[in-house]
T-cell receptor, first 112, second 107 residues
Framework: DAGVTQSPTHLIKTRGQHVTLRCSPI?????VSWYQQVLGQGPQFIFQ???????GRGNFPDRFSARQFPNYSSELNVNALLLGDSALYLC???????????FGQGTRLTVV | GESVGLHLPTLSVQEGDNSIINCAYS??????FIWYKQESGKGPQFIID?????DKRQGQRVTVLLNKTVKHLSLQIAATQPGDSAVYFC??????FGAGTRLTVKP
């Protein structure tokens, strides 16, 4: 079985631009969560979706938004990019909310 | 506010020794914890989890202990191997992660 897949793997954007990151969960998993990981720190929770509904939101500005599609894949959108948004963005999927989650390899976003 | 933290940022052990990585949490209502291993350039990898109705859980070469009285959990790795070298995170409900402990195994 394929694991969690994220695209793209690397991305360079300019300040002020918008970015969309994509995540495909493991087959059968209905929950997707997004995290931001700055170098040298632990992942910071951004969003959790289950059955296409937002189930949790971390302490991130409204420039960050996400959605989950009927096939349980998900997109993370970030508007008006700042230099500080440069990070590894991780997606994790699980069968349901609150159980073991499996992570993708992440998307490395660099804002210049 | 609520937090999940690790006691030490780095841990160096000799190959074959046992490793113990500690984690403290502040929310007494926390009922589910996960330990993850993250190797360089990769996403976190699930190791083991534990719910608050347990105080110990064992996996292959790993044991997690949960002390709800002092809000502390630990990950014990038996017979540590070079392949265990990585950053280890504890996470409350998989959402609140600590800063991580970098484990280095010396051959």
């Amino acid at each position: 079985d394929a694991g969690v897949t994220q695209s793209p793997t690397h991305l360079i954007k300019t300040r002020g631009q918008h970015v969309t990151l994509r995540c495909s969960p493991i087959s059968g998993h209905k929950s997707v969560s997004w995290y931001q990981q700055v170098l040298g720190q632990g992942p910071q929770f951004i969003f959790q979706y289950y059955e296409k509904e937002e189930r949790g939101r971390g302490n991130f500005p409204d420039r960050f938004s996400a959605r989950q599609f009927p096939n349980y894949s998900s997109e993370l959108n970030v508007n008006a990019l700042l230099l500080g948004d440069s990070a590894l963005y991780l997606c994790a999927s699980s069968r349901q909310a609150g159980v073991e989650a499996f992570f993708g390899q992440g998307t490395r976003l660099t804002v210049v | 506010g609520e937090s999940v933290g690790l006691h030490l940022p780095t841990l160096s052990v000799q190959e074959g020794d046992n490793s113990i990585i500690n984690c403290a949490y502040s929310n007494s209502a926390s009922d589910y914890f996960i330990w993850y291993k993250q190797e360089s350039g990769k996403g976190p990898q699930f190791i083991i989890d534990i719910r608050s109705n347990m105080d110990k859980r064992q996996g292959q070469r790993v044991t997690v202990l949960l002390n709800k009285t002092v809000k502390h959990l630990s990950l014990q790795i038996a017979a540590t191997q070079p392949g265990d070298s990585a950053v280890y995170f504890c996470a409350e409900k998989g959402m609140r992660f600590g800063a991580g402990t970098r484990l280095t195994v010396k051959p």
